[in-house]
């Protein structure tokens, strides 16, 4: 295919007092080294950003000079690249070359039993973490997850949720954003306003939650209100149809306006939208990105790095808006360079606090 589209709307160029020189998108790549293709592209349509999944990660020296590609691809040493490394199930680097790490229910099972353990342990874990992402470039961990599940709901969120309890989810979640920024990571608070009630997978389709308002700000939000002080957070593609019945969150300006960033959660860090490949929205790529920056989000992620899908998302994505580099500036101000640690140290004692062996 020919790459670049030359008729990108042109982001390096921009000028003004609220233009930003980046497009409000992170983007995926499809394998473990960029193609001449990729970096043409990526090089012209200057995103944020880029985000790794296991397609992207064989080895350590791999994801390094993958990560040392995407950067120079558009010049930036200091791009961010991000990654979903919650534990469990959702982890892009796994072993034999990086250690598994628990699901966050772990630690909402030890919490449930000593709140200073549950919290040690989730501080700690994060900070490993970090260690391992760190190594590797990755500057960004689209983790904590802080939905809270419901009886019968979609084994989607599951034990990736830290437990039921909407307080002792804030407190374990707060533990692993305070690790992960200890070893120079941003954390992604997820998936505001709340997943957790969710009966469907929305990688597949659109979950519909039907719970009153009242529900939703006693428990879903409850969480991201008590963390709206993080700097970064990801919205889902969940209908709430006590709040607006016809868009998902993502892509609904009510939820938006009058939820997120209103009253019942107050964040005023930088939205990311979830995944625009994911099977929960409709249409056309484009269309999917400027229905989520019209929203009131900040930046749109499409991971699949299938690059037709990527040309659409560019076309219809401006630069970041003024409001989004004040937001992003004010993330990257909190990333200071890492903590020295002991990690044998800190691996015997989460070992010691799980009763489990070393990671």
Excluded: Y
Excluded at 315 to 333: D, I, K, L, N
């Amino acid at each position: 295919m020919s790459v670049p589209d030359p008729a990108l709307p042109n982001v390096r160029n921009a000028s003004g007092p609220h233009r930003a020189p980046h497009r409000a998108v992170v983007f995926g790549a499809a394998g473990t080294a960029l193609t001449a293709d990729e970096r043409a592209f990526f090089r012209d349509a200057d995103p944020l950003g880029f985000i790794l999944f296991r397609r992207n990660c064989e080895t350590p020296e791999q994801v390094r000079a993958l990560v040392a590609e995407m950067r120079a691809a558009v010049g930036r040493a200091d791009a961010p690249v991000l990654i979903d490394q919650e534990g469990g199930r959702v982890a892009r680097m796994r072993p034999p070359h990086w250690p598994a790490f628990p699901p966050m229910r772990a630690f909402g099972d030890l919490a449930a039993c000593d709140a200073d353990a549950g919290r040690e342990a989730a501080r700690i874990n994060a900070r490993l973490l970090a260690l391992m992402l760190a190594d590797c470039g990755v500057t960004v961990d689209c983790a904590p997850v802080c939905d809270v599940p419901v009886e019968g709901a979609h084994d989607i969120i599951g034990d990736r949720a830290f437990c039921g309890d909407p307080a002792r989810v804030a407190d374990l979640a707060r533990a692993t954003c305070a690790g992960l920024m200890d070893g120079g990571v941003l954390p992604v608070i997820k998936h505001l306003p709340g997943h957790g009630r969710a009966f469907t997978d929305s990688h597949a389709e659109l979950p519909v939650v039907d719970a009153p308002r009242a529900a939703l700000e006693a428990t879903d939000f409850a969480p991201f209100r008590a963390l709206a002080d993080m700097p970064l957070g990801m919205v889902a593609h969940v209908v709430m149809k006590a709040i607006d019945p016809d868009q998902p969150a993502s892509t609904s300006a009510i939820v938006v306006r009058d939820v997120v960033r209103g009253a019942p959660i107050g964040f005023d860090g930088l939205l990311f939208s979830d995944d625009l490949s994911m099977g929960a929205l409709a249409g056309g790529m484009r269309g999917r990105a400027e229905a989520v920056l019209a929203a009131g989000l900040d930046v749109v992620l499409h991971c699949n790095g299938v690059m037709g899908e990527m040309v659409a998302v560019a076309g219809g994505v401006p630069a970041m808006s003024g409001a989004a580099v004040r937001r992003w500036e004010r993330a990257e101000a909190l990333r200071g360079p890492a903590q020295p640690v002991d990690a044998d140290d800190l691996r015997a004692r989460l070992a010691e606090l799980l009763g489990t062996p070393q990671i």
